[in-house]
């Protein structure tokens, strides 16, 4: 049964309860494990000194660790009554899909949209003006802004809803890096669920920013972007872990890999089709075979002479008398 939740029913966002509980449970459970199976650096905390209210986080998305490193990394006051954009169509189609998101991430639905999506997320039309509302609330937004996470750690393009929440209700974007999450758990293992050998994970925040004035959404989405990036490719330099280039790169390779196996498939099909398609080539006669008969059926072969002796002689009357 898809989970319909109304704008007027957001309580649970600004709960005491409901914060104190995500919190024991991030901080007993969550954590301790994420930590654990990974070896995880935190950078750039201070830039949130001062930070108060609300405001958007927009980070990179390339794995499941992303949103628990960010609530495990961030200063208990400013993760108290975070908020996580969920899925509208995958989380919260069912009670029990969503019971983790929101007992862990006080998660809300958030409608991806687009073709292709589940036809129970249809749902995800009355979430609409959610975000907006609890951001007037004093509710801080999580958002990851590419909208899904990337299959090749390359970072995809961002769309400008979190932009223009940020413009519309006049609060500052929060940049965040994740750096090794994918290398650590990338989205599109198949083996295992968790990490394996500690690979390191590094969290980066950046500065507040604020859209500049007369900034456009979608504008102020690509500075944003920029700025993730930038903070990715410094620390990923830094301490040796793949850039976005090199992501990008990877992918890039692949795809010319793919094209070319393609082609020489397409390739080798019509080779064969062609081969199936073509009449047998035809053969020499056999001169010893039927086509060597005349119309009445003699043989037309010449008869076997020496290859010496001239054309037969008649035989003498001498001969013929005796």
């Given amino acids: 049964m898809a989970i319909k939740p109304k704008i007027k029913d957001r309580g649970r966002y600004t709960s005491d309860l409901s914060a104190i509980t995500r919190q024991a449970a991030n901080i007993l459970l969550l954590k301790p494990l994420v930590w654990r199976v990974t070896k995880v650096t935190v950078h750039g905390t201070a830039n949130l000194d001062g930070l108060d209210g609300a405001y958007v986080i927009t980070a990179n998305h390339s794995s499941h660790l992303d949103t628990p490193l960010i609530f495990g990394s961030l200063p208990k006051r400013l993760s108290r009554y975070l908020s996580t954009g969920a899925a509208a169509d995958y ?39 959610l975000a907006g509302s609890l951001l007037t609330d004093g509710v801080p937004l999580l958002i990851f802004a590419e909208g899904t996470r990337s299959r090749t750690g390359a970072m995809g393009p961002f769309k400008p809803g979190a932009a223009a929440l940020a413009i519309s209700r006049g609060v500052p974007v929060i940049p965040v890096a994740l750096v090794g999450a994918f290398a650590a758990m990338p989205s599109n293992q198949d083996e295992g669920f968790l990490p394996k050998g500690r690979p390191p994970v590094h969290v980066v925040y950046g500065h507040p920013m604020s859209p500049a004035p007369g900034e456009i959404a979608h504008e102020f989405s690509e500075r944003v972007r920029r700025q993730i990036m930038e903070l990715h490719d410094q620390t990923a330099r830094a301490y040796g872990l793949p850039t976005q280039a090199e992501y990008t790169r990877t992918l890039a390779l692949d795809k010319a890999a793919r094209k070319a196996e393609e082609a020489e498939a397409t390739k080798a099909a019509a080779a064969k089709a062609l081969e199936a398609a073509s009449p047998d080539a035809p053969t020499e006669p056999d001169p010893t075979g039927p086509a060597a008969a005349g119309p009445d059926g003699a043989d037309q072969t010449a008869p076997d002479t020496d290859a010496g002796s001239g054309p037969a002689r008649p035989e003498s009357p001498e001969r013929r008398a005796g």
């Fill in 91 to 129: 989380f919260f189609t069912d009670w029990w899909k969503a019971l983790t998101p929101v007992l862990f991430f006080n998660a809300f639905p958030v409608d991806r949209g687009g073709k292709g999506r589940s036809k129970k997320g249809a749902a995800g039309r009355s979430h609409r003006g």
